[in-house]
């Protein structure tokens, strides 16, 4: 049986994780490849790293940082934050990595995905859509949220799928950063006109949040940040809670 | 030890590179007919779509080559799937190395079939060690069925042969260098089969 996975998600400025990793038991919580093997031995299925640096030398720290973790950590990582082009993509995966998360870079040019796809494969295509539920529409937003679009998620959901996009990250804007849990109504549905993966992203607080986000969202994947970081969710814990409740998890 | 990582331009080698380094072993990408012959062993990797691997193989004359290996040899995901009579990818003619066709995983499930699923009924020296229902990491959206080169199944949509072996080949849908410790030991267990198994 495929197993629901669970992936924590590191936030990258200039080589460092930011925000809010307080892990006691890390010599260097800001080292992203010590929290990765953290991470990957305490039963994380894949973890994400979204580079929010605005620097010159971005390109070539991030290709440094992404050999560093394909060389010490034994699990698979998706690399996303300001990928553009073809170029940037073979960088990231010839130096390691296994997936990329492109987000704005696919709105404003649609065919990169196709493009990505036919070059590399779908398997390491995600395409990250933020959308916010504006007058009862889902909208998509870009630049981390900051600028609305007139875009249906749903619709783009599709296209992204048509275009060859392997998996789906989607982050509700809504729920992100409330600790309330996940959008598991437009989950729901973008399960049902999708056929491929899908992580469910923002709002995670509690356990239940994530069997919520499982049984009633149908996600194949979740995805969190603050609560693994700051300790107060841990992965084994959760994956024998959600074993409990019947959610084939890899433990 | 002499470990041939076959490199074609189709794959994440350095995935697999990084992960023999973990195991205290050292690999070298190569295309090259001697280097490939006088390995202890070889590794073929691939990732993408298999008519575009396949003609990027031939590229090189690796379709000729390969198939005349002695030393053991082991395809990982689009690897193994190359060295199958047929891929429904593209339709692909494969290597024919082992006696199935690959086909698609229906719409009935998530294509492709990404994230850790189990293996069991494991019946070679490759798994030496590996407990039956053990995970390993797999993103794939062709599959070959079971057959009689089956050496594991995984089950998504149905049983299907995760893992296949004739002679000195060995192919694993999974990939072993990105599932944990237990991959790292499938790795190990390819790495010491004696090169006359």
């Known amino acids: 049986m495929l197993t629901k996975r669970i992936i924590p998600c590191l936030d990258i400025k200039n080589g460092r994780t930011v925000k809010g990793v307080n892990f006691v038991d890390l010599k260097d919580a800001g080292d992203p490849v010590e929290l990765a093997k953290k991470y990957a031995e305490t039963g994380a299925d894949e973890l994400v790293f979204l580079d929010i640096s605005a620097t010159e030398e971005r390109r070539a720290t991030l290709i440094d940082l992404v050999r560093k973790v394909a060389a010490s950590t034994n699990i698979p990582f998706t690399v996303g934050g300001g990928i553009s082009s073809v170029d940037d993509v073979a960088a990231l995966l010839k130096n390691g990595a296994d997936k990329v998360s492109i987000n704005s870079a696919a709105v404003k040019n649609p065919d990169l995905i196709n493009e990505l796809a036919g070059k590399f494969g779908s398997q390491c295509v995600v395409v990250a859509i933020d959308a916010k539920k504006i007058d009862n529409r889902w909208l998509v937003h870009l630049v981390g949220g900051k600028v609305a679009t007139e875009l249906d998620l749903f619709n783009w959901a599709k296209e992204v799928e048509q275009r060859g996009a392997g998996e789906i990250l989607f982050t509700s804007m809504d729920n992100d950063g409330t600790k309330n849990g996940f959008a598991n109504e437009a989950l729901t549905k973008l399960s049902q006109i999708v056929n491929i993966p899908i992580i469910a992203s923002g709002g995670a607080g509690t356990m239940n949040h994530f069997t919520d986000v499982f049984t009633d969202g149908k996600a194949d994947a979740a995805l969190a940040a603050s609560v693994f970081h700051f300790q107060e969710i841990g992965i084994p814990e959760l994956k024998r809670f959600l074993k409990d409740k019947n959610i084939d998890v890899r433990i | ?197």
Request: net charge negative; hydrophobic share 40%.
């Open chain 2, 1 to 197: 030890m002499k470990i041939a990582i076959i490199d074609y331009g189709a794959g994440n080698v350095q995935s697999v590179l990084f992960a023999l380094e973990r195991i205290g072993f050292q690999g070298s990408l190569t295309n090259d007919w001697n280097e490939m012959k006088s390995a202890d062993k070889v590794i073929f990797p691939g990732v993408g779509e298999a008519s575009s691997a396949m003609k990027k193989l031939k590229d090189c004359g690796l379709d000729i080559l390969i198939p005349t290996l002695k030393q053991p040899v082991l395809g990982i995901c689009l690897g193994m799937q190359l060295m199958c009579n047929s891929s429904q990818e593209g339709n692909t003619k494969g290597l024919g190395i082992f006696d199935v066709d690959v086909i698609r995983f229906s719409n009935s499930v998530k294509v492709p079939q990404m994230g850790w699923n189990t293996i069991y009924d494991l019946q070679s020296a490759l798994f030496e060690g590996i407990k039956e229902n053990e995970f390993m990491y797999l993103v794939h959206s062709f599959y070959a069925p079971k057959c009689k080169n089956a050496i594991a199944t995984t089950d998504y949509e149905s049983e299907y042969a995760t893992a296949l072996q004739k002679d000195n080949f060995y192919g694993v849908q999974f990939h072993p260098e990105k599932s944990g410790a237990a991959g790292e030991q499938i790795l190990k267990n390819f790495l010491l089969l004696n090169s006359k198994s």
